[in-house]
């Protein structure tokens, strides 16, 4: 079992560059947006953590056992959600009650986190391998720090912490992930019952429109060429095809397009992902199907269908562990929910 915590990516981006497809306004870029601490109205870091001291008085925000979660802790938790909550808002209003929201949500989490340790450290055969810790804090030291350990040694002093508390903040960390991931493991399990009636009774939720495994190869027009000439190509093209060579290899020789390492794979599009020249082409293909060549004032095209799906409610077996999936989660979720009640309950925690 691995306790290693894992980063999920905060920005998921694709783009095409070729010709075949529909163009959609490109989005600015996070680069091009107003730097978020000098946007109108909104409050800075240091104004949030000043808000959050007369809130929180004293300084301290709640008391879990024995810890004292303090304003400090809070804003470190949320100190790297600040700026996405800034750009989001659309008036200091709303950046104000969504802060609001995410402090409180910060400080159940942080409550929560003290009752998880506790709950494990209550079963004294329970333990987490000291190489365990070393090995994550190796990783921290590499990742965060280049290696540097007076890099690592002057982020401690600044938080004022020793190496002590870091080793038992990191073990913590790994206490926290192996609990929750306990938690999902006992609810992980979906009767092929339970599937079917979920599918019975959302079959609207499983429509899907027409689509295609597109595989492209595009011939462009060099200057001077005529349609005869990239006819004459084409044909070349389509007759070794024929012959019985794959298109994706055929695609690595000759395509010009961005995905000719790719074997021209564009993967599924569905017909609004396609300029007018070609929905109509590619949508008469079945699959193992290859075009005509398509002459255009850029080159010619010849497409080929992988694969295709037809407009419809999808069978329960193309959906099934989509739907597994998805009552995995909702069990977790509410599992996961009675769980922390639980402990909430047993503990100790109060709330200034």
């Known amino acids: ?4 915590r894992s980063l999920l990516p905060a920005l998921l981006a694709a783009a095409s560059g070729g010709w075949v497809f529909a163009q959609t306004p490109t989005q600015p870029s996070a680069a091009a947006q107003p730097p ?13 953590a000043e808000s959050m001291s007369l809130r929180f008085a004293n300084g301290i925000v709640a008391v879990a056992e024995e810890k004292i979660i303090t304003v400090a802790d809070i804003m470190q938790y949320i100190g790297p959600l ?26 159940q989490d942080l409550v929560d986190r003290v009752l998880i340790v506790k709950e494990f ?17 190796a990783n921290e030291l590499a990742e965060r720090f280049e290696g540097d350990r007076s ?16 080793r038992k903040e990191i073990e913590e960390n790994i206490i926290f992930s192996y609990m929750q991931g306990q938690q999902r493991k006992s609810a992980s399990v979906v009767s092929p019952v339970r599937i079917e009636t979920f599918y019975t009774e959302n079959k ?15 011939l462009s027009r060099n200057d001077g060429e005529t349609d005869e000439t990239l006819t004459t190509q084409s044909n070349q ?4 095809f024929k012959a019985g060579e794959k298109f994706e290899d055929l695609a690595k020789e000759f395509s010009k397009d961005m995905r000719r390492s790719k074997g021209g794979d564009w993967g599924w599009q569905k017909r609004s992902d396609f300029r007018k020249e070609f929905s109509d082409v590619a949508f008469d293909l079945k699959a193992g199907d290859i075009s005509k060549p398509i002459l255009l004032p850029e080159g010619a095209f010849i497409l080929f269908a992988e694969e295709r799906k037809y407009s419809g409610i999808q069978p329960i077996d193309e959906v099934r562990d989509q739907i597994e999936r998805m009552l995995i989660q909702q069990m977790q979720r509410g599992t996961q929910e009675k769980w922390l009640e639980r402990l909430r309950r047993n503990g100790y925690v ?3």
């Open 204 to 218: 609207d939720r499983f429509y899907q429109e027409d689509a295609v495994h597109l595989r492209l190869i595009q």
């Open 36 to 48: 978020a601490g000098v946007q109108p109205g909104i409050p800075s870091n240091s104004a949030v």
């Open 121 to 137: 450290r209550k079963d004294e055969k329970r333990q987490i391998p000291i190489s365990y810790v070393d090995q994550e804090i």
């Open 237 to 240: 093209v389509l007759a070794r």
């Open 151 to 166: 890099k690592f040694l002057a982020y401690l002093r600044a938080k004022g912490q020793t190496v002590r508390d870091y």
């Open 350 to 352: 109060k709330h200034y």
């Open 1 to 4: 079992m691995t306790f290693r």
């Open 82 to 107: 600040l700026p996405q909550l800034r750009q989001e808002a659309k008036s200091e209003k709303e950046f104000q009650e969504r802060l609001e929201q995410l402090q409180d949500s910060a400080i």
